[in-house]
């Protein structure tokens, strides 16, 4: 026993030893993967330093720091992600960094949780030592952003913002989008994969390049290739504006600390070498984007040269006769804030889009738009072109399309690709919705005088409704709608409430779209009851004539449908140009030669008393459906009596003539 149990007690410390060392390796390896990590994050190398945090998590999924760090590092291609991870770092570890309060403000106000952002930016600016002057302007601002967009938010524009596609959008960033005056060549700026022969900058991502593509349909593109030619650089390189019948092309290039270029296109189709446009507009300084008049006589753009802070600002800059361009003139304080402005693009109309960080940006860059007044001399106060183009992120690279029907734009948003993605704007149209009112189940039953209201809301939920009638003759009703939208359809009879009904309306970028709805009213007994009491079918132009009802294989004139002739008599003569249908109708119990023979004398019960009102013979025919056109389905007693019934309908005189009638 004693050797037994010595040998057991030599296992053991054996394995005591093998999983301290493989405890002690495991640790190691934790921790030299946590530097290497930790290093690329201080390089702002996001993409290259997260798979060893994901490393560290998979060894130790409770590590707060590497899931704070990651969460840092997801903040720049995915927002939601970055929001987990940061939140469980907090929960496990609370003083996990003194930057925590920070990061969870950035995280929530991208991800569009603006109370808590700013709750955990108060809470940050507590801990800012008082001589930190600068970060505790940087996070007021961030709170002042944060504001800005719970704001805009709650009041969004009736516009419809579409992600370009992944033929185009990738998980890396995509931006600057150029489109050709025939809307089928798009030149873009990519960090993608493939990027200048997939040289890495400094912070991991590839090089921008230009890449162009080709228009194969409505929304599809083909695959994306690097512009032939000279265009692109070991650096960065960037599109930014087609120009002189599409044969030239401005773009940024990171030569000289940033600098406009010009390329024109060559015979083959590629294009030349890039040249400056002018060392009026370049400097030693940072030019990052400009416009071109399609006249081309004024450049608009953005330099970091003429500030004091080094922020960017707009100017202008024109050409005389001669080619030459002239000095560089600010846009003034009114455009101009403190903050960076970038992204200059002048509308048909006069309009000067722009994308800041100032005013008062949702966060990040925002487009705002300002108009010029050539009495005052100045720029209008820059408007916040407003949710949901703006995002609480980077919302750029605002341009029209030629015909100013859309916009591209490039932004960082949720449910992109990845980073910074190409969208259109599209500004929402009216629809034309048309149809009829029938029964259900049987189409072949019409409803007139139903009254229908579409009730819908706009984007800032005010409420909008419209508003139509079924035509007695056809019961087809006609509205135009905002679209893009989910309606309550309120379907009524003489103000007592059928049924309500969803009815969504599709996006519609144009105004010559028609939507097609029929809508289909059930009918229980009471709802039959109610239209037959509320709607008769015998309802045309402005003349409003009710059916009479019989007994069950009868045609004697009941006191109430006597009373209904007394009032068509009376309308006749008072219209000696109206013309009736008198048409019979029975249930469904007898034969169909019974049935007829029933139907046409419960029409001449209704001829013969008009006759004798002094209406002429002349004036009026009669006709027998029978059974064959029930009003509702012959499924009850009630559903019967509704079909045995008299309708009279207005007949234009040379129908009377003619013996016809009108179906």
Known sequence: MNYLAKSFSRVSLLLAMVCLLAATASAQSTRKQM?????????????AALPYYDQVLAADPNNAKALYFAGISYLTFDKE????????????NPKVDKELEYWLGRTDHINYRFDSAIEHFQNYQKTIKPRNVERKEEVAQLIQYAKNAKREVANPKDVFVKNLGGDVNTAFSEHSPVISSDYNYLLFTSRAEGATGGKAAEDGEYFEDIFETNRTGVDSWEK?????????????????????NDTKLLLYQSVNNGDIMVSERQPDGSWGTPKSISDKVNTRDFESDAYITPDGTTLFFSTSHYSENGDLDLYMVQRDKGGNWGNPKSLGRTINSRFDEDSPYL???????????????????????????????RWARPENLGSPINTPDDDTYYRLAPDGSYAYLSSYRIGGYGEKDIYTINYIKNA???????????????????ELIFNGQQADNRPISYRDVSKPDSA??????????????QLSLDGEVLETQEFEVPVVLDDTTTIRKDFFVT??????????????????????????????????????????LDRIAEIMKANPTLNISIEGHTDSRASD???????????????????????????????SYGESRPAVPNTSADNMQLNRRTIFRVLKREEIQQGQEVQ
Not at 41 to 47: A, L, Q, S, T, V
Not at 224 to 244: C, E, K, T, W, Y
Not at 611 to 618: E, F, L, N, Y
Request: hydrophobic share 40%.
């Open 523 to 564: 009918l229980d007994d009471t709802t039959a009851a109610r239209i037959a009491r509320l709607a008769p079918d015998a309802a045309v132009g402005d003349f409003q004539m009710e059916n009479i009802y019989f007994a069950t294989d009868k045609y004697d004139l009941r006191p109430e449908a006597i009373q209904e």
């Open 35 to 47: 530097r290497t990590a930790n290093k690329f994050f201080k390089k702002e190398n996001y993409r």
């Open 81 to 92: 992600k970055s929001a987990d991870y940061l939140y469980r770092a907090a929960e496990l």
């Open 593 to 623: 030669s019974y049935n007829m023979t029933l139907g046409q004398n419960r029409a001449d019960a209704a001829f013969d008393y008009l006759v004798g009102k002094d209406i002429s013979a002349k004036r009026m025919v009669t006709v």
């Open 224 to 244: 994306p290739r690097i512009v032939p030619g000279a265009l692109n650089s070991p650096g960065h390189d960037a599109s930014i504006q087609l120009f002189d």
């Open 476 to 489: 087809t009703y006609n509205v135009n709608v905002l679209s893009g939208r989910n309606y309550q359809v």
């Open 347 to 377: 509308s048909a109309d006069g309009t000067l889009f722009f994308a800041s960080r100032g005013h008062n940006s949702m966060g990040g860059y925002d487009i705002f738009a300002s108009k010029y007044d050539s009495v005052a001399r």
């Open 432 to 450: 034309d919705v048309k149809g009829r009112v029938l029964v259900q189940g049987d189409s072949t039953l019409t409803l007139p005088g139903v």
